[in-house]
Every structure is written in structure tokens, then in C-alpha cells.
């Protein structure tokens, strides 16, 4: 535990004396703050205009036109960055040759992989949490349900940890960089594309849609609490970080 | 205090090392020569566990490093060829994350440390970035990392490469003053410097293992010739091709 504590807190410093974890968190908030400034801006130009309308008026709901599908874009921008973040976690020790310091000393490859992941995993959450003040600020305007947006947090945190551990095993592979963000994000864009094969075929149907990012997240924005959707993302989880150990087991016999 | 039994390494069908046995008692320098590709640091990289062999085994105090590596690691303090340096990272936490990985708590990792940073000179840069000291320094930062908690042995890969002429003194009388306590194995390339600090020897050609023994003895087998001419014609023998593996 301690090792790995001691491995989490040298990719943290790692991370902030280069410029890729304010580069990302920054642009994160970025991103994420313009899409929700358009669309509270849209959602109050809306309400003015139903103003006359009382049918309309009724049906217009902050949850269903802003959180919902803003937390949706907000996971593409995930999607986007968070392979950034993961890209040098074991790629760039092979380049720089400091695996051969990280491999002998007293340590094992659980807790080098486990130090590595919790650190790009409190990044990730750093970067959720700091959307925090402008997400929840309708609520000193108006009364929003409360609900959908812990669960829509709850989604971007798990969606976030399956990607990053899909990056780790991606930067595990090799000691390119660019090489693990590319194959890490077009990857993950695959797995959150998969359910379109639904639409034109029924062949293997449930599965698609089982390993589909996008329809376990559908749910969550939603305001939907499934522990199917849970586990589907803690397990995806677990089998990145558990390939990425079997990399490293194997390469042992190759360096 | 460290062995080496049948150590073999396969890279495909590349022979890498082959059949390496050695025994080098506590406190001994040995020095490792051959010429590059020998399969030096192959061999170095499976004593300290970094590489598995294809088939025998090394021992360090007794301890198996490919059944038991996170006790053998203990004991093992390893410069590879490349010095393993974070560039990121102030020479001081940098050697701090070493300190606190092999194991050492609270106050005793600071004073570690500053031991670690004193004995290898590095007072000046020690608040600097890995990726702003020179050559040298960085040399030093390896040697630092590698004696970080009293290790009882030390793995060096040719820890004076592409240093000055000053400083190549000073790390030589670094390890020198090392010794004692401290079991070395140094591979190099520069001869001098195995004369001048090292009791024993190997000389590894084209992976198998040639030489080894004390420096006196192997003098005197060789009519007390240079180490020089040693080694030249030591690496200049045909090596032994026994292809009856599977005898082991």
C-alpha cells in the first residue's frame, strides 16, 4: 500500500511540473462550461418564447434539455481527453528507460500499475469536481431535480475509470505516446459506437448493446440507477488494468 | 553473496547469455568485462530481476531473485546503463520516491537521502530539475538512487560512460570508498578502473563466460601479462559451443 501510494504521489508531481494535467483539466472546464453557458442560454431564450404557450411551458424540464444531454457531451470530452492523460503512464517509462529503475526495485507490478492508476484516477476526479460550481448553479435559480445530475456525475466518474484504465493497458503496449493515445481513443470510440451495428442487424444483439459505452451511460445521465450499468463499467475496469498486468508479466520474459 | 547458476537467456534464437555460473563472495568489487554485445548487461539485468532468464537461476544472499523477487530486490542497489532518471522531478524527490519505495519511513527517508546526496556530491543541484544538470550530475543522481538505503549489493553498468576526465576520479573513488561493506559488480569497459578498484574479474564473450576469478590469480595464468593483453586474448579464444542443452 505504501508503495503504491509513493508511485500515485510521483505520477502526481510528474503530472503537475509538465503542462498535460493543467492542459487537460483546464480545457476540460473549458469545453464543458461553453456547452453549458449555450445551454442554459438556449433553455432561457425557450422558456421566455413559451412564455405564451402553457402546453409547451409545461414540457419544457431543466433536467431533460440541459443536464441530460450535457453530461452525454460532456463524456465525449472525456472521451477525447482522458487518453492524453493516460498516454505517458507507462510508455514514457520504457522511452525514458526508467522502468528498469521502477522493475528492480521492491515493488510489485499490482502496485505499480495500482499507483498509476489511482493518480490519473484523482485527476479525473479534480477535473469532474471542478464543474461542480457552474453545474449547480441553476439550483440557486430555480428547483431542478436533484437526482439525475448525482447520477449523471456518478456516470461521467465511471465512465471516466474505464477509460483511464483502458489508456494504462493501451501505454502498457508500447513506448510510443502518440501510439497509446491514438489506439486508447479510437478504441474507446469504437466501444461507445458499437450499438449502431444494432440497427442493421440483429445478430448478437445484446451483447453490442451490453459492451456499448453509450448505452450503459445513456441511462445514468438519465437519472437512471442500474447496477448492471455499475458493474458493466467497474468490470471494464478491471479487465484493463488486469491486461495491462499480463503485458507487463510477459514482457519480463522479452526485455 | 551473489550466483549465478546455468544463467541463459534466449532472445528468439539469439543467444544472449549462456551457461553463466559465478559466485562472487560478500565484500568482493568484481569486475565484468567484455566487449559490447557480450551480453553484459543481460546478465546484470537478470541478477537484479529486471529480465527473466530463459533457464537457470541467480541467488542473492541465498534468495532465489526469480521466486522471491521482492526480497532479493531489497538487497540490490542497480545504476543501469541508461541512468533511470525522471526528468520532471527535483534531484531531491526524485531520490526521495527511490528512498520511500525500497521501503525506508518517515524521519530515517530524510536522512537517508541527504546521506545519499552528500556522499555523491550532489548538494548544488539537489533542488533542481533532473532535466537542468549536466551528464555528470545525473551519472551521480543514478549512483545516488542506486546506494539509497544501504544496499548490500551494488549492480553498476558502466557507471563512468561519457563523463569527464575529473569525474570519472570522483566516481571511481566514489564506488572505491562503497567497497568494504558492499558487495559490487561493475561492468565496464575501461580497464584502469578495474585494476585500480576491482579484486576479481569476468570477462564474457559472445554470452558465455570466459574468465573469472581473482585478479592476482588470472594474472599468473596469464605470465603476468596487462590486464590489457588479458583481455584481448581471452576475448579472442573460440568460444565453446556446447549444443547439448537439454542436458541440464
Request: hydrophobic share 45%; with cysteine.
Amino acid at each position: 500500500m505504501r508503495n503504491t501510494w509513493a508511485i500515485t504521489k510521483k505520477e502526481l508531481k510528474v503530472y503537475f511540473s509538465t503542462p498535460t494535467a493543467y492542459v487537460v483539466i483546464s480545457l476540460f472546464l473549458l469545453i464543458t462550461g461553453f456547452m453549458f453557458y449555450v445551454m442554459v442560454s438556449n433553455y432561457s431564450i425557450l422558456s421566455l418564447r413559451s412564455g405564451g404557450n402553457p402546453y409547451f411551458s409545461m414540457k419544457l424540464n431543466l433536467n431533460q434539455y440541459i443536464y441530460s444531454p450535457f453530461f452525454a457531451n460532456a463524456a465525449i470530452i472525456l472521451l477525447l481527453l482522458l487518453p492524453i492523460l493516460t498516454m505517458r503512464l507507462f510508455a514514457e517509462e520504457r522511452r525514458q528507460n526508467t522502468d528498469e529503475l521502477l522493475f528492480t526495485l521492491p515493488t510489485t507490478n499490482t502496485q505499480i500499475i495500482l499507483g498509476k492508476y489511482i493518480s490519473s484516477v484523482l485527476i479525473l476526479t479534480l477535473m469532474i469536481v471542478a464543474t461542480a460550481p457552474f453545474v449547480f448553479y441553476p439550483f440557486f435559480l430555480t428547483k431542478p431535480e436533484i437526482v439525475p445530475v448525482l447520477t449523471g456525475y456518478l456516470g461521467l466518474f465511471l465512465l471516466g475509470i474505464a477509460f483511464l484504465s483502458f489508456g494504462i493497458f493501451s501505454s502498457s503496449l508500447t513506448e510510443n505516446q502518440i501510439v497509446a493515445a491514438v489506439f486508447s481513443f479510437g478504441i474507446l470510440l469504437l466501444l461507445w459506437l458499437i450499438y449502431w451495428l444494432t440497427y442493421v442487424t440483429s445478430f448478437l444483439k445484446g451483447f453490442l448493446k451490453y459492451i456499448s459505452f453509450f448505452n450503459h451511460f445513456d441511462n445514468l445521465s438519465k437519472g437512471l440507477l442500474d447496477t448492471s450499468d455499475i458493474v458493466f463499467y467497474l468490470s471494464f475496469a478491471f479487465v484493463g488494468l488486469f491486461l495491462t498486468y499480463a503485458v507487463l508479466e510477459v514482457r519480463r520474459w522479452w526485455r | 553473496m551473489i550466483k549465478t547458476e546455468n544463467l541463459t537467456k534466449f532472445y528468439g534464437n539469439i543467444r544472449a547469455v549462456y551457461r553463466l555460473n559465478m559466485e562472487v563472495p560478500e565484500g568482493d568489487i568484481l569486475g565484468f568485462l567484455g566487449p559490447n554485445g557480450a551480453g553484459k548487461t543481460t546478465t546484470m539485468r537478470m541478477v537484479t530481476g529486471y529480465t527473466t532468464p530463459s533457464f537457470g537461476k541467480t541467488e542473492i544472499a541465498g534468495i532465489n531473485v526469480q521466486k522471491e523477487p521482492l526480497k532479493a530486490k531489497k538487497l540490490v542497489g542497480y545504476l543501469p546503463e541508461i541512468p533511470p532518471l525522471y526528468p520532471e522531478l527535483k534531484v531531491s524527490s526524485y531520490l526521495e520516491f527511490v528512498a520511500e519505495v525500497k521501503g525506508i519511513k518517515g524521519k530515517e527517508r530524510k536522512k537517508k537521502v541527504e546521506e545519499a546526496i552528500s556522499s555523491t556530491g550532489l548538494e548544488k543541484v539537489a533542488g533542481r530539475l533532473i532535466r537542468n544538470i549536466s551528464k555528470g550530475y545525473r551519472q551521480r543522481v543514478g549512483i545516488a538512487q542506486a546506494i539509497i538505503g544501504d544496499p548490500k549489493v551494488l549492480i553498476l553498468d558502466e557507471p563512468t560512460i561519457g563523463l569527464d576526465p575529473k569525474e570519472i576520479v570522483e566516481i571511481r573513488q566514489l564506488i572505491k570508498s562503497l567497497a568494504g561493506k558492499r558487495t559490487v559488480i561493475l561492468s565496464t569497459h575501461i580497464l584502469q578502473e578495474v585494476t585500480s578498484i576491482c579484486g576479481s574479474i569476468a570477462i564474457i564473450n559472445e554470452g558465455s563466460l570466459i574468465e573469472f576469478g581473482e585478479i592476482r590469480e588470472i594474472e599468473k595464468k596469464y605470465g603476468s601479462a596487462s590486464l590489457e593483453e588479458i583481455y584481448i586474448s581471452a576475448i579472442s579464444k573460440e568460444v565453446k559451443n556446447e549444443e547439448h542443452m537439454g542436458n541440464n
